[in-house]
């Protein structure tokens, strides 16, 4: 494999697609990423300056008014991507980091070509674009069948979320050729991983919320869990980081059990001791594309409690590394919080070994298989 394009208009916006680039150049892998921006002002944004064997390409290729106009949009993308394009050596395989906008790009360039592509499908595709829009899903289908190799975040967003949208037909034709590949976490995790080697202290188990203070992530369904847990005489205590909306009025509460509100914490010495200080991490989002805080906190032993069909739900079976919940039913989230303190040496055991499997370098071999699978298949 000599050269990989990326072709990624949405790298700007999280800096885990320069983790992958960055772990891919440790690999000695040559890469071209294409970044389509719309301000002069994005260029260099998330920029790799110690990348040995690649180099990134910021192309301002449309602007705040064709943005809204998404056929004009893209054809200023295409353009932009062929004078990119020409300058640069002929890679072995391309990889659009999102299925619509990104992967119709790849697609008329692999078809021109014949170079092998793979696709990400990502919450956008699938949320926005997707269920919104007939012709867009009629895109879809035709990217997913030209595809050499199509990838996924989680089981859920493969086997629940897209199923739902496209044809029985469909999804056996393109699931031989599907990869789930998770996001890795940063390597300040996996060098502190830590097994925990005492449960509850002075017979107290700590709740650790780690996230956005919304309805979405849903802290008012781990109060009312835990409400339940203090009525059967379990001491309970909740440790809240994060900030948002819903941060001020559940400040003003009162509640039957001590809870601790850290705010918005970004310093990861200071997260890893809150970590180690609670035992089990209950985030039961209603919307979860990945949720990296479930691998951080299972880095330090902690068992995890996640949405059905969100995150991480599917990577594990149930009762391994933590239980997945209705978000929705508090007495649900209560109930599997209860079955981990039975039994929690050893999900706590799991959940710190399975961590491992979540770190940039194997991550990145994963990515590695699909791309050389996606240029024999050819």
């Known amino acids: 494999m000599k050269h990989i394009l990326h072709i990624n208009s949405y790298y700007i916006t999280n800096k885990l697609h320069s983790e992958l680039v960055k772990s891919l150049d440790k690999k000695s892998l040559k890469q071209t990423v294409f970044i389509p921006v719309c301000s002069n002002k994005l260029i260099n944004a998330n920029n790799i300056e110690s990348l040995k064997f690649g180099k990134l390409i910021y192309s301002k290729s449309f602007n705040s008014l064709t ?45 021109r070509y014949n170079i092998p592509f793979s696709v990400s499908v990502r919450n956008t595709d699938i949320n926005v674009f997707l269920k919104r829009s007939h012709i867009f899903r009629k895109l879809a289908e035709k990217i997913l069948l030209k595809a050499d190799s199509i990838m996924f975040l989680s089981p859920a967003y493969r086997d629940v979320h897209l199923k739902r949208i496209i044809s029985d037909e469909l999804f056996t034709k393109i699931l031989p050729k599907t990869y789930i590949i998770p996001n890795g976490i940063d390597s300040f995790w996996i060098e502190n991983s830590s097994n925990k080697t005492t449960f509850i202290t002075k017979n107290i188990c700590r709740i650790l919320f780690s996230g956005r203070i919304d309805g979405n992530k849903n802290l008012k369904g781990v109060i009312e869990a835990c409400n339940i847990l203090t009525s059967k005489n379990q001491n309970i205590e909740i440790v809240v980081v994060g900030d948002g909306p819903l941060l001020n ?16 914490i970004n310093e990861k010495e200071k997260l890893k001791k809150i970590y180690r200080s609670c035992q089990i991490l209950v985030v039961p989002s209603f ?17 995890v409690i996640y949405s059905n069909n969100q995150g991480i ?9 933590g239980y997945a919940v ?53």
Request: proline share 4%; charged share 20%; hydrophobic share 35%.
């Open 313 to 321: 739900d599917g990577y594990f079976p149930d009762g391994h590394v």
């Open 287 to 303: 919307h979860e594309t990945f949720g990296l805080i479930y691998p951080e906190a299972m880095t330090q032993g902690l068992p």
């Open 249 to 264: 009025d559940l400040k003003k509460k009162n509640y039957s059990f001590k809870v601790t509100f850290h705010g918005y």
């Open 67 to 111: 943005r809204l106009i998404w056929p004009v949009k893209m054809l200023q993308i295409w353009a932009s991507f062929q004078k990119t394009v020409k300058k640069i050596e002929r890679p072995n395989i391309i990889h659009a980091h999102s299925l619509i906008v990104n992967g119709l790009i790849a697609w008329l360039y692999s078809s």
């Open 326 to 378: 209705s978000p929705k039913n508090s007495n649900d989230i209560a109930k599997k919080i209860e079955m981990i303190i039975t039994d929690y040496k050893r999900i706590s055991k799991n959940a710190n070994y399975e961590s491992q499997k979540f770190s940039w370098d194997l991550v990145s071999n994963y990515v590695i298989k699909m791309y050389k699978a996606s240029i024999t298949s050819q």
